[in-house]
């Protein structure tokens, strides 16, 4: 009786019945005071067995329907490419640079010079400064034998202006002969050769050091004389 009150009614109904099914049969009105304890238990235990297991779960329902966008619109397409700007005005040439040829008035440049040899008569040692001088490659000078014109030391050589002055480090079995041979093009000059002799021809010279050139100033029209700042 109660699978085919469970079936019309379902559990919900099925509890109901059986709520007032105890009720009466304990003689208690059902809506005056409701049931006590002992009927509560009783209910529960004839629902949960005739109950039945809970059904299977129900296919999912269709998705609902997109709601609107918002306040931004859809993206636009690509504007077309704008026009090259106007070209700007060419500015004004610089200042030459510094010279690459020939060494500035009042300026110094320096380097090193050396030889070595055995059995000749005669040895040489180059000079060729990077930047040319253009005024006599003859006032060449030995720091050693003229301070006037060849100051400070070989490790700050300091020659005075117009001049080429020698700074020795190391000499064994050579002298120094004469002047430096200048070694020029037209006005320009492009080194100098010093020539050494050994003091015993069998044994080994060798000498070295170093040079530096200081150039002169520019010569003032009015007095003829070189200027002394360039």
């Known amino acids: 009786m109660l699978k085919r009150i469970h079936n019309r009614l379902g559990t919900a109904g099925l509890v109901v019945a059986v709520v007032a099914l105890v009720a009466a049969v304990a003689g208690t009105?059902?809506?005056?005071?409701?049931l006590t304890k002992q009927q509560e238990k009783q209910v529960k235990k004839i629902a949960k067995k005739y109950a039945g297991k809970q059904g299977p779960q129900g296919a999912p329902g269709p998705a609902g329907a997109q709601g609107p966008k918002g306040d931004q619109g859809?993206?636009?397409?690509?504007?077309p490419k704008g026009d090259n700007g106007e070209r700007g005005l060419r500015g004004e040439a610089g200042p030459a640079g510094p010279t690459e040829t020939e060494l500035p008035p009042g300026?110094?440049?320096a380097g090193v010079w050396s030889f070595r040899g055995i059995g000749q008569a005669q040895y040489y040692a180059n000079i060729a400064p990077p930047l040319r001088v253009t005024f006599p490659p003859s006032l060449v000078g030995n720091a050693a034998n003229d301070p006037e014109h060849c100051g400070g030391t070989i490790a700050e050589p300091a020659p005075a202006r117009g001049w080429m002055c020698l700074y020795r480090n190391e000499t064994?079995?050579?002298v120094r002969t004469g002047d430096?041979?200048?070694?020029?093009?037209?006005?320009?000059?492009?080194g100098y050769v010093l020539v050494f002799e050994?003091?015993?021809?069998?044994?080994e010279s060798w000498a070295n050091g170093v040079w530096a050139v200081a150039a002169p100033c520019p010569i003032d029209p009015e007095t003829e004389l070189e200027l002394e700042e360039c």
């Open 198 to 203: 050994p003091g015993v021809a069998a044994e």
């Open 180 to 190: 430096a041979l200048p070694v020029a093009v037209g006005e320009h000059g492009l």
């Open 74 to 79: 859809p993206k636009g397409d690509q504007g």
């Open 172 to 174: 064994e079995n050579a």
């Open 29 to 34: 009105a059902f809506a005056a005071g409701g």
């Open 107 to 109: 300026k110094t440049e």
